[in-house]
């Protein structure tokens, strides 16, 4: 059985540079995912299928939604997911439909792919303590190069 998975959705696969970025940081950590591609608007049974499938799966699962403009995606699979959605939309400055979905939608918004992987060590901590040392690793060496650049930059 598989201790994790994660799965990013996006509404099109015109978004794959995106899909990949956020893949890029994942790898980082250690994290490997799945892609989907199905659109809310166009193929609303293909959703409905995608997150039955997920729903019915024991694995604990992270969901990243892509999508830009009106975001349906995040909304759908937030509303209808057992599992957490994070949205993070390939256009940082185009995300108001993220924040303004319905009642019950509980999608989080997350416009960093380097956040959004972070994030989600975070929750696999719990399932997974190797991502634990790795974040705090993480944490770590970003500390010491601070550290680093002040001492270098004192007057």
């Known amino acids: 059985m598989k201790e994790y998975n994660v799965v990013i959705i996006s509404g099109s696969d015109s978004d794959l540079p995106h899909i990949k970025k956020i893949q890029d940081e994942l790898g980082k950590f250690k994290i490997e995912s799945n892609i989907r591609i199905c659109s809310a608007h166009k193929q609303p049974v293909a959703c409905e299928n995608i997150i039955k499938e997920l729903n019915a799966s024991s694995v604990p699962t992270v969901i990243v939604s892509i ?48 956040n959004v992987a972070k994030h989600i060590a975070q929750m696999l901590c719990l399932v997974n303590a190797d991502f634990k040392q790795i974040v705090i690793e993480k944490n770590n060496e970003k500390i010491a190069k601070l550290t680093v650049a002040d001492q270098e930059n004192r007057s």
């Open 67 to 114: 999508a830009g403009a009106t975001d349906a995606l995040s909304g759908v699979l937030s509303f209808h997911s057992v599992h957490p959605v994070i949205s993070c939309p390939p256009d940082k400055t185009n995300f108001f439909s993220c924040i303004d979905n319905p009642p019950g939608s509980s999608n989080s918004l997350i416009l960093r792919p380097a």
